[in-house]
C-alpha cells in the first residue's frame, strides 16, 4: 500500500527565512517522489520530482530512503510562495504502476511580508 | 503551452441523477486519470485509463463510476446515480508516457443536493 504523510496542514514563515515543508512516504517497492502546487484560484502543477534532482524557484527536495521522507526546502522564502503544497508519491514506472499519484493531506504555507 | 482541460467547471445536481464531467487531454498524451478531492481531504486516486482500457482502479470507484474516451479525444467520467457523498472537486490529468509529469485540468466543482 502507499501512503504520503505531511504532518503540517499549516506553515507560516516570514518573507526572507528558511522554510522546510515535511513529506513522510510508505510505499514497499521503489517509489518516485513529487511535490505539486496549487496557487490561488490555479491548477495543480508539478514543481519537482525526486529523479530530476534539480531546484525549481529557489526549492529542492531530497530523497531520504532511510527515513522515508522527501522534505521540500528552500533557503529564503518569497511571499510568491504562499501556496497550497502536496507530497506524492508513484510506484515505479514501468512495473505494475501505470503511474497513479498518491497525495499527502498538503500544506498551506504562508509567506507574510 | 498547451493545457488540460475540463467542463463544466461547477455541476450542481440532484441525489440519484446521473452526471458527465468532461475532460480534453493534451493532444499527444495517452495515459489519463481522473481524482477527486472531497472538501477539506486529500486529492485521491479514482481510475487511470490505457489504450482505451481501465489499468487501475480504487475502492472508490465502484459500479456507479464508468470512464470512456467517447470520441479519442474526449475523456469522460460518468456517476450513474449521485450519492450526496460524491460531491467533490475531480480533476482530471494526462500525461505523455509512464516516464513523464502528470498534467492537471483545473477541476470541476461537483455538488450533489
Known amino acids: 500500500a502507499q501512503r504520503v504523510t505531511q504532518p503540517e496542514k499549516l506553515l507560516s514563515v516570514f518573507k526572507g527565512a528558511p522554510v522546510e515543508l515535511k513529506c513522510n512516504y510508505s510505499y514497499s517497492g521503489s517509489p518516485e517522489l513529487f511535490w505539486y502546487v496549487q496557487y490561488s484560484r490555479q491548477r495543480l502543477q508539478l514543481l519537482l520530482r525526486h529523479i530530476s534532482r534539480e531546484s525549481i524557484k529557489g526549492f529542492t527536495a531530497d530523497l531520504n530512503k532511510g527515513e522515508t521522507s522527501f522534505h521540500l526546502k528552500k533557503p529564503f522564502a518569497q511571499e510568491e510562495d504562499s501556496a497550497m503544497y502536496y507530497c506524492a508519491l508513484s510506484g515505479h514506472a514501468g512495473g505494475t504502476s501505470y503511474g497513479k499519484l498518491t497525495f499527502g493531506q498538503g500544506t498551506i504555507l504562508t509567506v507574510h511580508p | 503551452e498547451p493545457e488540460v482541460t475540463q467542463t463544466p467547471s461547477h455541476q450542481v445536481t440532484q441525489m440519484g441523477q446521473e452526471v458527465i464531467l468532461r475532460c480534453v487531454p493534451i493532444s499527444n498524451h495517452l495515459y489519463f486519470y481522473w481524482y477527486r478531492q472531497i472538501l477539506g481531504q486529500k486529492v485521491e486516486f479514482l481510475v487511470s485509463f490505457y489504450n482505451n482500457e481501465i489499468s487501475e482502479k480504487s475502492e472508490i470507484f465502484d459500479d456507479q463510476f464508468s470512464v470512456e474516451r467517447p470520441d479519442g479525444s474526449n475523456f469522460t467520467l460518468k456517476i450513474r446515480s449521485t450519492k450526496l457523498e460524491d460531491s467533490a472537486m475531480y480533476f482530471c490529468?494526462?500525461?505523455?508516457?509512464?516516464?513523464?509529469?502528470?498534467?492537471f485540468g483545473p477541476g470541476t466543482r461537483l455538488t450533489v443536493t
Open positions: 490529468a494526462t500525461k505523455r508516457g509512464l516516464q513523464y509529469e502528470q498534467y
